[in-house]
RNA sequence: GUUCUAGUAGCUCAGUCGGAUAGAGCGAUAGCCUCCUAAGCUGUAGGUCGGAGGUUCAAUUCCUCUCUAGAACGCCA
């Protein structure tokens, strides 16, 4: 379905080439000065620099051979060569009928694509916390805009399983429990028994050990060890780390359930082990692959680059794998499962560099074709106030989980509950609170963090969209039946319901912008002016007090309007609604 | 040291393929509930868009330099 805006700008290209200006001139946008005008062209600027005319003078033969179109209410020359356009109410009217009478609400379809997107990235045996909270909700988010684009979306968890940090949790655990007989070469998987192991160990022990590594260098080496002995699938240590997997996912996935994030795939570093060899032989058949200090790397230079990139390393001196070598591995095991026209990661910004080697290495291997748009849809961190990753008061890393909790407790202590507010409820304004929050700053930025921000339940948050909501169910739940199913839009009575319907033709553009850019907050800004628009309606009209057939009629159908547009930019930011609040 | 990212209202952030008077929330301040949920609505104050040059009819947006902060820079992920 075509847009207003490519409606527009159809409209304008062809009225500056009847004029004789060739060349896209036409491009409309919205007005940067609503009070002026509701849509804006600025071409006749770049036509009188080609032409060597005045920018008057173009915009006046333009709007000449355009004034007789009926869509338009008033098309207009300002100044020194805008053209300010209005469009006519009956037009505007006709655009949303067909907006609204499309399941996806004039959301462009393309369904022959696949995106796989690859968030979480947490590391097992490690309590998921405050850092793994935006990849969650962006990752989560943008699989939702890739969905509500008719697109294909896979997510996928892509757990860190199989790197240094399982050996640092089993070295760790060799110390601790030296009888257990998993460590004894002699362990026989068929016949001998893992000793259970329970969360609460597991979480704390991988600090524990990752502090000690830092400190005393045998541990580290013996952690490095155990790593490499784990990777060539040593029985015993195969055989714990399988239970520690086990344990290590129902928690996490208790988590992510709560922030209703969910994965279609719960790969992990180790799922991609099975294509290392694939993929050592490609980058030899390619020549790519050499020995440098003792380690197996590939060139990833280009020949315009300003500064020197590494070479990216497949295998260290002591042979084993590293994040390099199972990403790759993951981008053929990817290709082969899903063909996607594009992988985007949702990872932390600083880990860039490594992107970009990832990337050349399996375009210059060509692991993927040429095509595939490999993203890193880079996040940036919550900061505390100082500026620096987020810290509890006691300089410790807030777990998620006491996380989502606080948030929850301080919604629910808000006075306006007391009556309306069931347990239920409170727990998805936090969830939303917590995701607008985050969602609402543009992804690539870091943020800084702040408690009372996140749980007031005042200003731009999840908690007013969803009291918008609320508001809105409770006067269509009052309204006769009847009328609800006879509401239609006669009549357009105010600025704020011409407001209310731009807004909502112009979904299609947002969502799409919010797609190309991997960046929600578009589609947070544009919910969130919605919400203000029937706000302020709410406030100028009284729906059910209203006498005139035809008005109250058109208004109902107004608020089923805004309700579906709502529920459907809640969905693709992963926020939950409500019925009442 | 090199490279990257950022610097916009008291605070937290949007915006920018160059366009007309730079936006929002919080905070400050003045109002609005006999009426569909006041977790709401309306108004006011608050800015030389880090600084200096340049390109342009037009620069917060592009280029150069500079200051400040953060990040990355081969065997962690």
Not at 297 to 318: G, L
Not at 470 to 476: D, F, L, T
Not at 522 to 532: G, K, P
Request: overall charge negative; aromatic content about 10%; hydrophobic content about 40%.
């Amino acid at each position: 379905m075509k847009t207003i805006i490519d409606i527009l700008t159809a409209k304008l290209n062809d009225a500056f080439k009847t004029n004789n200006y060739e060349g896209p001139f036409g491009t409309v946008n919205i007005s940067s000065r609503p009070d002026l005008c509701q849509f804006q062209c600025n071409g006749s600027f770049a036509a009188a620099k080609i032409y060597k005319k005045a920018p008057f003078v173009i915009a006046e033969e333009v709007v000449s051979t355009l004034v007789n179109d009926a869509i338009f209410k008033n098309i207009q020359v300002e100044k020194p060569g805008f053209i300010n356009i209005n469009i006519s109410d009956d037009y505007l009217i006709a655009i949303l009928k067909e907006v609204t009478s499309d399941p996806h609400m004039g959301i462009t379809q393309i369904t022959d694509e696949t995106i796989v997107i690859d968030y979480g990235g947490a590391n097992v045996a490690k309590p998921l916390h405050i850092g793994h909270l935006r990849t969650a909700i962006i990752g989560e988010s943008l699989k939702r805009i890739a969905r509500s684009t008719g697109r294909t979306a896979v997510g996928d968890v892509h757990l860190g399983d199989w790197g240094l940090p399982m050996g640092l949790v089993i070295a760790e655990m060799t110390e601790r429990y030296p009888d257990w007989k998993c460590f004894s070469e002699s362990f026989d998987p068929n016949v001998d028994k893992i000793a259970t192991l329970d969360v609460n160990t597991l979480n704390e022990i991988y600090p524990f050990a990752s502090k000690k590594s830092s400190q005393n260098e045998d541990f580290k080496l013996k952690a490095q060890n155990i790593t490499a002995k784990l990777q060539n699938h040593h029985p015993g240590y195969y055989a714990l780390w399988q239970e520690i997997i086990k344990i290590s996912k129902i928690d996490m996935k208790k988590s992510y359930d709560r922030l209703n994030v969910e994965f279609d795939y719960w790969y992990g570093e180790y799922d991609s082990e099975d294509y290392i060899p694939e993929l050592i032989e490609v980058l030899n058949d390619n020549n790519l692959l050499y020995e440098s200090n003792g380690a197996m790397v590939v060139d990833v230079k280009e020949d315009n680059d300003k500064v020197d990139i590494p070479p990216i390393i497949i295998k260290k001196s002591n042979n084993a794998n590293v994040y390099a070598t199972t990403d790759l591995a993951t981008i053929i095991q990817r290709e082969k499962y899903f063909h996607p026209n594009g992988i985007w990661y949702v990872v932390d910004s600083r880990q860039s560099l490594h992107f970009n080697q990832v990337f050349r290495c399996a375009k210059k291997a060509g692991l993927v074709p040429q095509t595939t748009k490999l993203i890193h849809a880079a996040n940036g961190t919550i900061n505390g106030s100082d500026g620096k990753p987020y810290k509890t008061r006691e300089g410790g890393i807030m777990q998620l989980s006491t996380f989502i909790d606080i948030i929850i407790e301080t919604i629910s202590k808000n006075p306006n509950n007391e009556i309306n507010c069931d347990n239920d409820i409170n727990k998805k304004l936090a969830i939303a609170a917590i995701k607008f929050g985050d969602l609402i700053n543009h992804r690539s930025k870091d943020y800084i963090f702040d408690i009372d921000k996140f749980t007031s339940p005042e200003g731009k948050t999840g908690v007013y969209i969803l009291y918008m909501l609320a508001r809105m169910n409770s006067i269509i739940k009052k309204l006769d039946e009847e009328k609800v199913n006879n509401a239609m839009l006669y009549n357009i009575y105010s600025d704020t319901e011409r407001d209310i319907i731009l807004n909502v033709i112009q979904l299609n553009d947002v969502f799409t912008k919010s797609f190309n850019e991997q960046a929600p907050n578009y589609i947070c800004e544009n919910l969130y002016q919605l919400s203000v628009l029937f706000s302020k309606f709410y406030h100028d009209n009284h729906i059910i007090k209203e006498a005139d057939i035809q008005k109250q009629l058109s208004w109902i159908k107004l608020i089923l309007i805004i309700r579906e547009a709502i529920l459907k930019q809640l969905y693709a930011l992963g926020i939950e609604a409500v019925e009442a609040m």
